[in-house]
């Protein structure tokens, strides 16, 4: 599966859930820890970055940060982290991960990503877009 190293342990692929706009340079996955829970509290900070903490057993994930990506500039700064206001406390996570397209002679590199959406699902079972940003 092709995402950003330090999402790899944390993903699963999520296509059959954006069966319309998943493609091989937009990858749809869904966050699972390590304790196997999908429910998830998110925060970013004004840099960009998005964590999420796992609802039963605390580890946070980072799902989204510029330092990762080489076609990105990191801000600087010291990041405040404040709970992405969802309308939920807790939800499942969806991340849209786009690659742009591929060029002769350059190797594939899974953490050259162009473009990142993060999706909640509801309570109700909607699923609505909460995170958007290019990465160059």
Known sequence: MHCPNHLQEYVEDASSV???????NHRYYRLRCECGNTHFQLDQSQL????????????AITVYDLVY??????????????VLD?????????????YGAP???VEFDAN???????FIE?????IDRIFNDETC
């Open 69 to 82: 990506y080489p076609a990105a500039v990191k801000l600087s700064g010291v990041e405040v982290f404040e």
């Open 86 to 98: 969802s309308g939920e406390n807790q939800a499942a996570v969806f991340v849209m991960l786009e």
């Open 122 to 126: 509801r309570s109700n079972g909607d």
């Open 18 to 24: 954006f069966p319309s706009e998943s493609s091989s």
């Open 112 to 118: 050259d990503i162009t473009w990142c959406q993060i």
């Open 48 to 59: 960009k970055t998005v964590k999420a903490t796992c609802t039963i057993c605390g580890v």
């Open 103 to 105: 060029e002769p002679d």
